[in-house]
């Protein structure tokens, strides 16, 4: 009815505007202006009547016939649950998830536009662990974090799967393991565990710097320090050096040109620290990846050259191409050396802490080269934990 009365005030409307009589045509326009305004009002409000109507007998409708109306149900719950809250979505709660790779490093890589965060964000530094089983370790890591902000730090632990870390509910480690799958040593697979390391880390929106350590990583400085370098530093811990021997260029396949050439060819420990823009590139990427995949193959270890030459390729600028954990390659051959029990002495801790070389930091120099060591014996804990406070600060 309201539609039909509205479409016959149009027409009269025009018809209006041939009459001669200008104060008579005025009057005229204003009368069809108001009833024109209460015919569009009524139009409105009875066609909300009929939404209203509908909606009320699909619902009758649906309860009738004992189906679930899910509108209904998904409101109810979502006051008890906050399923689409914000807190669980910067930080999920809980780190067990059934997202494949694929999945996970497609949610992982998505970047908000806006600039600006809608909540207080204290840049948080993730502590990831790629480890096999146990992290004899545990105790010393403990003893660093003790009493420190938990906003300013958070703790991922790739194990292999099947095991168990056997931590109190007290514990900074406690459910801090993420979803595994079978590392085998020196493969592709290695650096899949590292990408599922950042890309479940980067689901918490506050973490900003990401550590890889192993379980015989130990910190040779306290928190604060740790954390004051790594979220105050304008470049990334990766190691990246241009190996001449066989070893470096000889393990290059020109199988992967022309995307990458032997000049942007990188080597450097696999144990990196990445800001949050290089961490969500190097989980987004497939390209570089695919090809590390295919052609970097024993004796080429794709750990050691993939995340390197990839900055060397595009953020070469932002990259320190220095690593922030110490290790001691003086004695030659393809391990490093195992720090036991009977190396762990004051000096030879401070010895790794200053070693009186000065290491470039942002613009300037710090006499600070490493925050981290390896490789020590799980022997060297109890020496250790005896120097913490005398030595290391924590
Ligand atoms: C876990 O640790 C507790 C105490 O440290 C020990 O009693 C228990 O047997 C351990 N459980 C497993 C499965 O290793
Ligand atoms: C690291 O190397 C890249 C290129 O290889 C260079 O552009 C960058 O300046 C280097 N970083 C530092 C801190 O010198
Ligand atoms: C550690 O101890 C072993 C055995 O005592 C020794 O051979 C090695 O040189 C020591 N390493 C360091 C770095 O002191
Ligand atoms: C001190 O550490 C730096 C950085 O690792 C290293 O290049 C240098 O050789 C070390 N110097 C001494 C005297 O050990
Ligand atoms: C710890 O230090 C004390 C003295 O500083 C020493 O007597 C003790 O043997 C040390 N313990 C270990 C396990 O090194």
Known sequence: MARIREKEELESWSNSSVTKDSSISLLKLITILIIFVVGVVIGLSSSSHIDRYFALRTQQFSLNNGAIDTTQQIVVNCEKEDCLSMKSFIRPRNLCHSMTDDELFWRASLVPQKEEFP????????FMFLTRGPLPMLPLWERFFKGQNNAKFSIYVHALPGFELNVTSTSVFYRRQIPSQHVKWGSVSLVDAEKRLLANALLDFSNERFILLSESCIPIYNFLTVYKYLTGSTHSFVEAYDDPSRYGRGRY??????????????????????????????????????????????????????????????FGSLNANRTVTYVDWSLGGPHPATFMAGNITESFMQSIRKNGTLCSYNSGNTPICHLFARKFDPSALQPLLNLTSKVMGY
């Open 119 to 126: 909540f207080s964000r204290v840049p948080r530094v993730a």
């Open 253 to 314: 396949s020109r199988h992967m040109l022309p995307d990458i050439k032997l000049a942007d060819w990188r080597k450097g420990s696999q144990w990196f620290e990445l800001n949050r823009a290089l961490a969500v590139k190097i989980v987004a990427d497939t390209k570089y990846y695919t090809l590390f995949k295919k052609y970097c193959r024993p004796s080429c270890y794709p750990d050691e050259h993939f995340i390197p030459t990839y900055l060397q390729l595009f």
